[in-house]
């Protein structure tokens, strides 16, 4: 007995498979355009205006030569520190947040306003150090602690002001 030859695709299961191609293939190809296309920027909610609060590390420090280069009194951007004035130096992630020179800072715990006018050295991280002048004992008494802070952004920091207390 002769082998039969395998009998021809009707036209119906010819078309059906030629659909099926194409639809998988415009699937796939519009899947992948959509994977290589980056997704938007996510746009940041604006920030409203305002009052800031935040909780940060303290320290104290003072201004004598055994703290600092051999400039004791000059702060990060120049500003003069002189005992009795309330300053302090903030992290650099701090002035991101709008603590730039000049911005006034209410500690919890401590009288008054504060002014930022000098800045913590490197590494550190939402971090304050509250001006003592000269008197180290009040710096180590001080400690380290947790404080919440408050201020105004763009109130009234200005890095090219000259502020009170500042110069000799």
């Not at 400039?71 to 730039?100: C, F, K, Y």
């Not at 715990?109 to 304050?128: A, C, K, W």
Request: glycine share 12%.
């Amino acid at each position: 007995m002769a082998a039969s030859a395998p009998s021809a695709p009707t036209v119906d299961r010819v078309g059906r498979t030629n659909a099926l191609v194409l639809v998988l293939a415009v699937a796939l190809a519009t899947g992948a355009c959509a994977r290589l296309a980056p997704a938007p920027a996510p746009t940041p909610a604006p920030r409203e205006p305002g009052p800031r609060t935040l909780v940060v590390t303290a320290t104290a420090y003072n201004s004598t030569a055994g703290q600092t280069d051999g400039r004791p009194q000059e702060a990060a951007w120049g500003d003069r520190l002189v005992p009795g004035m309330r300053a302090i130096a903030v992290s650099r992630d701090l002035e991101a947040l709008g603590l730039v020179r000049g911005t006034r800072v209410r500690i919890a715990g401590l009288p008054g306003e504060y002014r930022v006018l000098d800045r913590t050295g490197g590494g550190s991280y939402r971090h304050i150090d509250v001006y003592m002048g000269t008197d180290v004992d009040a710096a180590r008494s001080f400690g380290r602690k947790r404080v919440r802070i408050d201020w105004e952004p763009g109130a009234d920091g200005d890095a090219g002001a000259t502020l009170p207390g500042d110069g000799p």
